[in-house]
């Protein structure tokens, strides 16, 4: 019997150690692909573009056979009903090309698989593993920002400055500024990550305090990664990274507050007042940081800024609506085929090439072009049931209800809004997300146990 236990713990381990890896290849992939990309000759960049896929459905074969319990063994069902519910696009997409529907249901719900992940690697009694690794994703900030700040200061035409194939990038230039994209594939890439991390970064400041070693190194790493948050996200350009850090913060400081007013008041406007006191004095030092976001946020002549963005909103969430209903029956009803308006589609589908006639940068118009009315309502059904799973843990949650409202914020923006299923890259950061929030979860469940064990075991016996 020991022998077994000990095969058993063994497997377990082993296990666990395989989740680790690919969590963390993941990250790096994802954090470092572009600039790996563009060292490397365009055959081998194509491998390094579909890694994380083979890491994925190497993860899949881990997880399939496994006996999940609690959170975990949620998603695994919620994942299998889902699968089930997209048959019918499946079906529709293989009618014009079967590449294209394994494409299609990938790029879906392939990556749902690192939300299991993140828990097998990061156990209740390994918390300070995923601390580090939590650690190490948010100083992933400053190397990034440092690349950042070094193409800012380069011309357009450095080969830093192009895209992973070698292209111009100047016309995604903001009034003559460009837009950097850092070790990413594209500037949108660089924002999403800065998206994910400034979540994870604001609940490090509210997790359970560990005895360290090198504190004051951490405390160091940690400023500069909250300068390189700051100059990251304004240095982009782009809206999505200084709107989405916003969102995802201002969504987290609400649900913070509301778990624990009194522990976060102090704390949160301090460390928003420190924020902004360190930006304004990099805006002052360095201002060609923020030129390209002044420069794409002044608005133009016929609509101010606020408008623009307003009108851009409105677009994005119904423009959708009128030309659908205007389609035959059956692509009203289920698309033009899963995966059609994904990056990529066109090179491995002659028909994606056709049915991809037109660029949009819109979830809404996207999922209602790949799928119709069908799968508008299952894939947003699923997305919000996701979101409210993750409330679900927030409420339940005990001693790390505040770390957990800063994750729920990125999972509420992105699982409202963004185009998951047609970006891997935001896909990935989106379940990294959850699993994480189910990994915190879990061991607030587990040190809950443990305390009222002791404070049982400090019970008097009863006098016989």
Not at 116 to 128: E, T
Not at 368 to 379: F, N
Not at 415 to 429: D, H, M
Request: aromatic share 14%; proline share 4%.
């Amino acid at each position: 019997m020991d022998r077994l236990s000990t095969l058993n713990r063994l497997r377990t381990d082993k296990l666990r150690v395989k989740a680790k890896t690919i969590v963390y290849a993941l990250v790096f992939l994802l954090v470092f692909e572009g600039l790996v990309r563009k060292l490397l000759p365009s055959a081998i960049g194509l491998v390094i573009f579909f890694l994380k896929d083979v890491l994925c459905i190497y993860a899949l074969t881990l997880v399939l056979n496994l006996n999940f319990k609690g959170l975990s063994n949620t998603i695994l069902k919620s994942w299998k009903i889902i699968f089930i519910a997209f048959i019918p696009c499946i079906i529709q997409t293989a009618l014009h090309d079967p590449v294209l529907a394994i494409f299609g249901i990938k790029q879906y719900l392939l990556y749902i698989v690192v939300g299991l992940l993140v828990p097998i690697a990061f156990p209740p009694s390994r918390i300070l593993e995923f601390r580090t690794f939590l650690s190490i994703f948010i100083f992933l900030l400053i190397p990034t920002a440092l690349i950042a700040i070094v193409q800012n200061s380069l011309p357009a035409t450095h080969w830093l400055n192009r895209s992973v194939d070698g292209d111009s990038l100047e016309g995604f230039s903001a009034a003559g500024y460009l837009r950097v994209s850092s070790t990413f594939a594209f500037t949108g890439q660089y924002s999403w990550f800065l998206d994910v991390v400034c979540g994870f970064f604001a609940a490090t400041f509210f997790f359970p305090s560990f005895k360290r070693k090198k504190k004051y190194l951490n405390i160091l790493l940690l400023s500069l990664a909250g300068l390189s948050l700051g100059v990251g996200a304004f240095i982009t350009g782009g809206r999505t990274a200084v709107l989405g850090c916003g969102g995802c913060l201002l969504i987290g400081f609400i649900f913070a507050s509301i778990k624990s007013p009194g522990r976060f008041v102090l704390r949160g406007i301090a460390m928003i007042a420190v924020f902004f006191m360190l930006l304004g004095v990099i805006r002052a030092v360095k201002p060609e940081f923020f030129a390209a976001y002044d420069a794409r946020s002044t608005g133009t002549e016929e609509r101010s800024h606020s408008q623009e963005i307003e009108g851009r909103v409105s677009e994005e969430l119904f423009a959708w609506v009128g030309w659908l209903f205007r389609q035959d029956l059956l692509p009203m009803l289920f698309g033009r085929g899963l995966g059609v308006m994904s990056n990529g589609s066109d090179k491995i589908s002659a028909y994606a090439a056709v049915e991809r006639s037109f660029g949009a940068e819109a979830d809404y118009i996207t999922t209602a072009w790949e799928g119709g009315v069908y799968l508008m309502i299952i894939w947003y059904g699923f997305r919000i049931w996701a979101i409210f799973f993750c409330i679900r843990i927030w409420v339940k949650s005990v001693n790390l209800g505040v770390p957990i409202a800063f994750l729920l914020g990125f999972v509420i923006i992105i699982g409202l809004y963004s185009f998951i299923a047609k970006q891997p890259p935001l896909n990935i950061w989106f379940w990294l997300t959850i699993g994480s929030i189910i990994t915190l979860k879990n061991f607030d469940d587990e040190r809950e146990r443990v305390s009222k064990k002791r404070l049982a075991n400090r019970q008097p016996q009863p006098m016989l």
